[in-house]
């Protein structure tokens, strides 16, 4: 099911709403694809995929925030207070796309739904951007600049993985065959119109995340 963004009222919690006009451009059908299909992920079966259509930054940031939401324990009816988060059971999302397809303004939407007021940037340089709230850890990948693959097992990043930390990876396929698979897999693609965030659940946790994200 093809949904649509398009917009972002000024309030505590982003709201969603539906444009007729653009909802019957962009609409496309629910795929459930089998387990056996081929992915990016080599480990991970496609369970499930959906896709969202947005129409600017502020779209995106609202998806963000909502995706941030699909992955707490307990809905929140505003956004935790800062340096707060919320209880998680974890998960790795990793997010693609070319340059500017908007993966650091999807974290910074998610960011916002833990409470983080602070600026986002993508640690293109550093490799990762570790938020340690009081309820939760979110990490923030970009693997962007690694030559080759192995390198990603000297970043000495392994315990970030753990559960129930939350890692959001972008070109995780830089790290392919060594950073770990995703739960959920977003990829971002623009069009003359906006962007288009499909979203594939590779895991049982990322079914659950894809369901609360959806549902």
């Known amino acids: 099911e093809m949904s649509m963004v398009t917009g972002v009222q000024t309030c505590a919690l982003p709201i969603f709403y539906r444009s007729a ?3 019957q451009r962009a609409m496309t059908t629910l795929s459930s694809v089998s387990s056996n299909q081929a992915s990016p992920d080599a480990s991970a079966a496609l369970l499930e995929t959906r896709s969202v259509f947005l129409d600017d930054e502020a779209a995106t940031i609202a998806f963000g925030y909502k995706l941030a939401q699909s992955t707490q324990r307990r809905t929140h009816a505003t956004a935790p207070a800062a340096g707060l988060g919320a209880e998680t059971a974890g998960g ?4 693609q796309g070319d340059l500017g397809a908007g993966k650091t303004t999807l974290t910074r939407g998610f960011l916002r739904g833990y409470g983080h007021e602070g600026a986002v940037k993508s640690p293109t340089y550093t490799l990762v951007e570790p938020y340690e709230l009081a309820h939760c850890n979110i990490y923030h990948f970009d693997l962007y600049r690694l030559s080759d693959p192995e390198e990603f097992e000297y970043l000495g990043t392994d315990q970030y993985f753990e ?3 939350l890692c959001l990876v972008e070109w995780a396929e830089h790290g392919a065959g060594w950073a ?5 897999r977003i990829e971002l693609s623009e069009t003359d119109a906006g962007r288009t965030a499909r979203c594939s659940a590779l895991s049982q946790r990322g079914s659950e995340m894809l369901s609360a994200l959806f549902g």
Not at 92 to 95: G, P, Q, S, V, W
């Open 180 to 184: 770990p698979s995703a739960d959920l």
């Open 163 to 165: 559960s129930p930390n």
């Open 21 to 23: 006009e653009v909802e």
């Open 92 to 95: 790795i999302i990793h997010l």
